[in-house]
């Protein structure tokens, strides 16, 4: 399968702090998706990395993609409590995206 | 736009009963996507379509699911009969047919069966 897994599970960090939460995966992929979810809603897309690209960035979010390593990772800067939710990461293979079990992030004021 | 609409947002119902779950994609997406999210398995495609064609539902557990799409802007999933380790909460998303494109996810459906 190539099932993204975020590392850690969980993630307590104080407003103002940077999170950074990892995504491992086991295959060939076209490209890397993180998602982030607030409870009891749907996910919502932050940002995509095609498997040519390394970094890219998106506001506060800065994402990175080392495919020998298989492995990504989204960085939230100057977080903030609004940040609190979970983060998964997809990837996009051969298949139709792929989700891991997600990291949740607990941002406190 | 308001986004991809699923309905109702909570159902509630007895072993046995037959569920349908409710799915309007955003208008011009031609792939739509059923998810279920559990706490043990986290996100698991069950099925999706592009351009109302079913293309792959290898993720669909049992015979009791079926899932339909019969025009670009509605599709529903059924469980007949439900049981109870079908509880579980239901996403429908909706996207562009073409690769790097994101999923656009509704806000779920939260099944209980007693």
């Known amino acids: 399968s190539q099932q993204g897994e975020e590392d850690p599970q969980a993630l307590s960090i104080q407003e103002g702090e940077n999170a950074t939460m990892n995504c491992s995966y086991k295959?060939?992929?076209?490209?890397l998706q993180w998602y982030r979810q607030n409870s009891g809603r749907g996910l919502v897309h932050l940002i995509l990395i095609r498997s040519n690209e390394r970094e890219k960035h998106s506001g506060r979010l800065r994402v990175t993609l080392d495919t020998s390593k298989k492995s990504s990772s989204l960085l939230i800067t100057a977080s903030r409590a609004a940040d609190t939710a979970s983060y998964f990461c997809a990837t996009e293979g051969n298949t139709p995206l792929v989700f891991g079990k997600g990291t949740r992030l607990s941002v406190i004021a | 736009d308001a986004g991809v609409i699923q309905s109702p947002r909570h159902e509630v119902t007895e072993m046995g009963q037959e569920v349908t779950l409710r799915c309007k994609p955003i208008?011009?997406?031609?792939?739509l996507f059923w998810y279920r999210q559990t706490m043990m398995r986290g996100l698991e495609l069950l099925i999706y379509f592009n351009n109302n064609v079913p293309i792959d539902d290898s993720g669909m557990p049992e015979d009791r699911f079926s899932a339909k799409m019969p025009n670009a802007s509605f599709s529903t999933l059924k469980i007949q009969p439900s049981e109870p380790r079908d509880s579980a909460v239901y996403f429908c998303?909706?996207?562009?047919?073409?690769?790097?494109?994101?999923?656009?996810f509704g806000n779920g459906t939260r099944l209980t069966v007693t």
């Open positions: 998303a909706s996207s562009l047919a073409r690769s790097n494109s994101p999923l656009h």
């Open positions: 208008s011009g997406h031609n792939s």
């Open positions: 295959t060939s992929i076209n490209n």
